[in-house]
């Protein structure tokens, strides 16, 4: 049984911040990328990072890029995001994700596995 398991959300001030971390079990060993993505309350679930566990490629949202760093750990089912300077427009629940689909990795439709989230507050 596929399991993601999220941590390290939490409450923040405005340009403080946080890191996440996933791990994965159960995966299938084609797993292609691992990715984050975040839904705000009455919104979609937006896509944010995504870590290719193969070569190591990253992709970022434009709102986030330059301030998100997502990275993979030294198990190949980890992933981190590191957030930092955090916005009151960050605030949502983050979910990990994992696909063994090769193409349009920055939409939700196409990952298999998904975490439960977690919770990420940034106040004014």
């Known amino acids: 049984q596929a399991k993601l398991v999220e941590s390290g959300g939490g409450l923040v001030q405005t340009g403080g911040s946080l890191r996440l971390s996933c791990t994965a079990s159960?995966?299938?060993?084609?797993?292609?990328?691992m990715g984050w993505f975040r839904q705000a309350p009455g919104k979609e679930r937006d896509f944010v990072a995504y870590?290719?566990?193969?070569?190591?490629?990253?992709d970022y949202a434009d709102s986030v890029k330059g301030r998100f760093t997502i990275s993979g750990g030294d198990a190949r089912n980890t992933v981190y995001l590191q957030m930092n300077s955090l916005k009151p427009e960050d605030t949502a629940v983050y979910y990990c994700?994992?696909?063994?689909?090769?193409?349009?990795?920055?939409?939700?439709?196409?990952?298999?596995?998904w975490g439960q989230g977690t919770q990420v507050t940034v106040s004014s």
């Open positions: 159960g995966v299938t060993s084609n797993t292609y990328a």
């Open positions: 994700a994992a696909t063994t689909n090769t193409m349009g990795i920055t939409s939700a439709s196409v990952y298999d596995y």
């Open positions: 870590f290719t566990l193969s070569r190591g490629s990253v």
